[in-house]
């Protein structure tokens, strides 16, 4: 069974950039694809986009185009989103899951990202 | 972008009731819907895929319905580690979109 393991959480200035990583574990790495949900404080989920990572190919939600970017690692099997010019509004639990076919059945922890001045 | 309006926002309920939320779509996705739930400071867990096929693990009181723009979480005996919040998804295009939330609570 895959288990994802994210990297700890991360306070931020306004206008900097974050980087989240996603390790995956128990599974293997090429045969599914992986998203990035966020979840600001009392709100629902919001689906950024997501990798193939044996394709390297992503796709993103265009409210984020342009500021995030999936990546990932097949060496060490990691995803990576990165979130550029945060502002206040981009406070949220970040969360990578694997989407096999859409649905979103294996969770990471999730990443608190503050952006405060 | 597919719009999703998922209802009720909250519900208030007993253990032992049947309980339904709804999801309607902007428009149609076959069956690609996925229904989640998700406890306070933890990840959403997913429950039920293709719009009724239940994920392995999860139980047999949950159960989901419908195809196209309409579509259905029943839970049909509450239990006590029911009372969460309930997402639908979308997947049939991108983005992905979620609903707004159902949160179940005790009445």
């Known amino acids: 069974q895959v288990q994802l393991v994210q990297s700890g959480a991360e306070v931020k200035k306004p206008g900097s950039s974050v980087k989240v990583s996603c390790k995956a574990s128990?599974?293997?790495?090429?045969?599914?694809?992986i998203s990035w949900v966020r979840q600001a404080p009392g709100q629902g989920l919001e689906w950024m986009g997501r990798?193939?990572?044996?394709?390297?190919?992503?796709n993103y939600a265009q409210k984020f185009q342009g500021r995030v970017t999936i990546t990932a690692d097949k060496s060490t099997s990691t995803a990576y989103m990165e979130l550029s010019s945060l502002r206040s509004e981009d406070t949220a639990v970040y969360y990578c899951?694997?989407?096999?076919?859409?649905?979103?059945?294996?969770w990471g922890q999730g990443t608190t990202v503050t952006v405060s001045s | 972008v597919i719009w999703m309006t998922q209802s009720p926002s909250l519900l208030s309920a007993s253990t032992g009731d049947r309980v339904t939320i709804s999801c309607r779509m902007s428009?149609?996705?076959?069956?690609?819907l996925a229904w989640y739930q998700q406890k306070p400071g933890k990840a959403p867990e997913l429950l039920i895929y293709?719009?009724?096929t239940l994920q392995s693990g999860v139980p047999s009181r949950f159960s989901g319905s419908g195809s196209g723009t309409d579509f259905t979480l029943t839970i049909s005996c509450l239990q006590s580690e029911d009372f969460a919040t309930y997402y639908c998804?979308?997947?049939?295009?991108?983005?992905?979109?979620f609903g707004q939330g159902t949160k179940v609570e005790i009445k």
């Open positions: 990798i193939i990572p044996i394709l390297g190919i992503a």
């Open positions: 998804q979308q997947y049939y295009s991108f983005p992905w979109t």
């Open positions: 428009q149609g996705i076959s069956s690609y």
């Open positions: 293709a719009a009724s």
């Open positions: 128990g599974g293997t790495f090429s045969s599914y694809t």
């Open positions: 899951a694997t989407s096999k076919l859409g649905r979103m059945d294996v």
